[in-house]
């Protein structure tokens, strides 16, 4: 089944929303950070530094934790981004996004 793997990583939201060292947190911020590869670190800092408004930064979360998804489970963008809607429910995924814009930052100010 295509979806197993996610539904194994995402079966504990709450911790992963409050664990800011879950693994797929962890593996989040290598993505953001230049471990997948100098052109992943190239076009989401670029992003990044192009976005000044709490509306944009969520944005960059959105996109960028889905292509880190899409990536990592070989879905497609829209198929993690349904999964996650119809799974994890919009309240989880808001939750979610404020820890991710403090992961990104962390990740992004030197």
């Avoid at 879950?22 to 290598?30: D, G, S």
């Avoid at 934790?65 to 989880?92: A, H, P, T």
Wanted: charged share 25%; aromatic share 14%.
């Amino acid at each position: 089944m295509k979806y197993q793997q996610i539904q194994n990583d995402f079966n504990d939201i709450e911790e992963m929303i409050s664990n800011p060292n879950h693994i797929v947190r962890r593996l989040y911020t290598c993505f953001l950070d230049g471990s997948y590869g100098f052109d992943i670190y190239e076009k989401y800092s670029n992003l990044w530094n192009k976005s000044n408004s709490h509306k944009e930064r969520r944005s960059f979360v959105i996109q960028s934790f889905c292509d880190y998804n899409s990536l990592d489970y070989g879905l497609s963008r829209s198929q993690v981004q349904r999964w996650l809607m119809s799974n994890i429910g919009i309240e989880k995924l808001e939750e979610l996004n404020r820890e991710l814009i403090i992961d990104a930052e962390d990740t992004y100010t030197i």
